[in-house]
């Protein structure tokens, strides 16, 4: 299994950015998808998810409202619109795939990618 993040960069307090990831060697349309972040120094954490037939999505209460994560099944693709960013949301974001229902827990995903980093500067 293979998840490619991309899209990363540096942004501006108040400017948005548009995280990609590209799934292969697993059967998309049978998985979950989400977005974790971890920032320096700290544990990596809950961002998004989408269910496998993206009907459900949910997100961590600081990004609720700014963020808005899809998916394409034709492309094998998840994406994450990031809006309104400050400098707390600057991280490392990890996408993850699982055929089990995921959730907020770390423990209830199989794959991850290599991570794309985000920098908000002020």
């Known amino acids: 299994v293979q998840l490619q993040a991309s899209g990363g960069g540096l942004v501006q307090a108040g400017g948005s950015l548009r995280l990609s990831c590209t799934a292969s060697g697993l059967t998309f349309s049978n998985c979950d998808m989400g977005w974790f972040r971890q920032a320096p120094g700290k544990a990596r954490e809950f961002v998004a998810a989408i269910s496998w037939n993206g009907v459900a999505a949910f997100y961590a209460d600081s990004v609720k409202g700014r963020f808005a994560i899809s998916r394409v099944d034709t492309k094998n693709m998840v994406s994450l619109q990031m809006n309104s960013l400050n400098t707390e949301d600057t991280a490392v974001y990890y996408c993850?795939?699982?055929?089990?229902?995921?959730?907020?827990?770390?423990?209830?995903?199989?794959?991850w990618g290599q991570g794309t980093l985000v920098t908000v500067s002020s």
């Open positions: 993850a795939a699982t055929e089990r229902r995921g959730g907020r827990n770390i423990g209830s995903w199989d794959a």
